[in-house]
């Protein structure tokens, strides 16, 4: 079992940057492929970005290319979400998620966090 831990969160003014981390508890995931996703109140989680386990491909939807930015540690067992720009539309619940397979990565990774709150005020 997976045991995945993000920090990172929090209450930050429209136009700030917030740096979201991810961890493993108690094991490394040096070959895992990792990413994120997003649920805003109301509405269906989605996919943010991904980074295979292989090679390190970094994948994003779309609409979050530019201002959102993977990353994984030196160790590989750390993942990065750094956000810019950040917009009120950008509120969520963003949980982290991993799978050995970088085919589902981005669709029904096997193993979630708790996530962790994001708010962007006005």
């Known amino acids: 079992q997976v045991q995945l831990v993000e920090t990172g969160g929090g209450l930050v003014q429209a136009g700030a940057s917030l740096r979201l981390s991810c961890s493993p508890s108690g094991r490394t995931l040096g070959t895992y492929a990792m990413g994120w996703f997003r649920q805003a109140p109301g509405k269906e989680r989605e996919f943010v970005a991904a980074?295979?386990?292989?090679?390190?491909?970094?994948y994003y939807k779309d609409s979050m290319k530019g201002r959102f930015t993977i990353s994984r540690g030196n160790a590989k067992n750390t993942v990065y979400l750094q956000m810019d720009s950040l917009k009120p539309e950008d509120t969520a619940i963003y949980y982290c998620?991993?799978?050995?397979?970088?085919?589902?990565?981005?669709?029904?990774?096997?193993?979630w966090g708790q996530g962790t709150q994001v708010t962007v005020s006005s």
């Open positions: 980074i295979s386990g292989s090679t390190d491909t970094i």
């Open positions: 998620a991993a799978d050995p397979e970088d085919t589902v990565i981005a669709t029904t990774p096997i193993y």
